[in-house]
């Protein structure tokens, strides 16, 4: 069960539904997020809901069988939107687009970058400072000095930033710098992360697993929400497979299937999933048809030179191309909705 509470409920009111919970057999867990306060109570026991609604303090109870409780949509009907600030949302209702380099190079590139950013109304930049690579000797990012430089660029041009986080240890010295934490594929299971990112008040975009279930990611984002963030996006990204022609397999059945089953904002990272940059605007263009509530993909003012992942990400001539055309699949799509 999730239980809602009333946000000035009593303590002498709350260990009363606690007690009553525990009579039945039940275990409460409780859970103070930006948004409410809630109890989740797991246990067997067949429980008239009623009987427990009626309590005082409680707002709102719900029967919830999936393993991810408070990211599931069988209590939460009503999508998720979350409002960055200055007119910047990601959720249902709007195409959110973000875009930019695998890697943060240098301030020169960040220029152009933010720019072409602007002048295509986009108004959120992608860049890690934090790479993790799969080679030791690849270029492993800018530091916090990279993301010191980004957060100023971007705060004078009014675009919010999303970039990765690594480690806890970073989490405290990156947050007055981002606008989203990423946690990466590599790390959509340090659930260590997970705790921490869940005692933040920024959003945490959340990427599957390289292998990963929907299952999986799921939890992965119950950890955060449970942990006291409600902020939560999650990330298709493309999985491994048997397949070699392609980086990844981008899972375009994720994107209605998570829609089902979570409240949360999903958003489709085409360059990842399939990693060849001609085919990135078609698998982008198809993950909004599949009802993507946004796309994450890669640019750079020339994709031959940059640091990492070039050959997945567009120049500026494809990605004006792609947004102008995802906008247009994205009117088209609400039409036949």
């Given amino acids: 069960m999730i239980i809602q509470l009333e946000p000035t409920i009593a303590e002498a009111a709350k260990e009363a539904i606690v007690a009553r919970i525990a009579d039945l057999k039940y275990k409460t867990t409780e859970v103070k997020t930006q948004r409410a306060h809630y109890l989740v109570a797991i246990g067997k026991a067949d429980i008239d809901l009623r009987a427990i609604g009626q309590l005082p303090?409680?707002?709102?109870?719900?029967?919830?069988?999936?393993?991810?409780?408070?990211?599931?949509?069988?209590?939460?009907?009503?999508?998720?939107?979350?409002?960055?600030?200055?007119?910047?949302?990601?959720?249902?209702?709007?195409?959110?687009?973000?875009?930019?380099?695998?890697?943060?190079?240098?301030?020169?590139?960040?220029?152009?970058?933010?720019?072409?950013?602007?002048?295509?109304?986009?108004?959120?930049?992608?860049?890690?400072?934090?790479?993790?690579?799969?080679?030791?000797?690849?270029?492993?990012?800018?530091?916090?000095?990279?993301?010191?430089?980004?957060?100023?660029?971007?705060?004078?041009?009014?675009?919010?930033?999303?970039?990765?986080?690594?480690?806890?240890?970073?989490?405290?010295?990156?947050?007055?710098?981002?606008?989203?934490?990423?946690?990466?594929?590599?790390?959509?299971?340090?659930?260590?992360?997970?705790?921490?990112?869940?005692?933040?008040?920024?959003p945490v975009m959340i990427k599957r697993g390289i292998s990963g279930t929907l299952e999986e990611l799921l939890s992965s984002a119950e950890y955060v929400f449970s942990g006291g963030n409600e902020k939560l996006i999650l990330c298709e990204r493309g999985i491994r497979t048997f397949e070699t022609a392609s980086r990844n397999t981008l899972d375009l059945n994720a994107v209605p299937i998570l829609k089902e089953k979570t409240h949360l904002p999903v958003i489709v990272d085409p360059s990842h999933g399939i990693g060849i940059r001609e085919y990135v605007p078609t698998m982008a263009l198809a993950g909004v048809m599949a009802g993507a509530d946004g796309i994450i993909y890669e640019a750079h003012e020339k994709p031959e030179e940059a640091a990492s992942d070039g050959a997945q990400t567009l120049n500026f001539q494809e990605s004006s191309r792609l947004i102008r055309n995802l906008r247009k699949v994205y009117a088209l799509r609400q039409e036949l909705e």
Avoid at 70 to 79: D, G, H
Avoid at 147 to 159: D, E, S, V, Y
Avoid at 183 to 192: E, P, S
């Fill in 57 to 202: 303090g409680i707002v709102d109870i719900h029967r919830v069988s999936d393993e991810y409780k408070l990211v599931s949509r069988k209590w939460r009907v009503r999508p998720t939107v979350l409002d960055l600030g200055d007119g910047v949302r990601v959720g249902e209702g709007a195409l959110t687009l973000a875009a930019g380099p695998c890697s943060i190079e240098s301030e020169a590139q960040m220029e152009l970058i933010m720019q072409h950013l602007l002048d295509n109304n986009v108004r959120i930049m992608r860049g890690g400072v934090f790479k993790p690579r799969s080679s030791p000797y690849s270029f492993r990012g800018l530091g916090m000095d990279g993301l010191k430089l980004f957060h100023q660029m971007a705060r004078a041009r009014g675009i919010k930033i999303i970039t990765e986080v690594m480690q806890v240890s970073q989490v405290e010295e990156m947050h007055d710098y981002v606008d989203v934490f990423q946690v990466g594929a590599r790390n959509t299971q340090n659930f260590n992360l997970l705790d921490a990112l869940g005692g933040v008040d920024k």
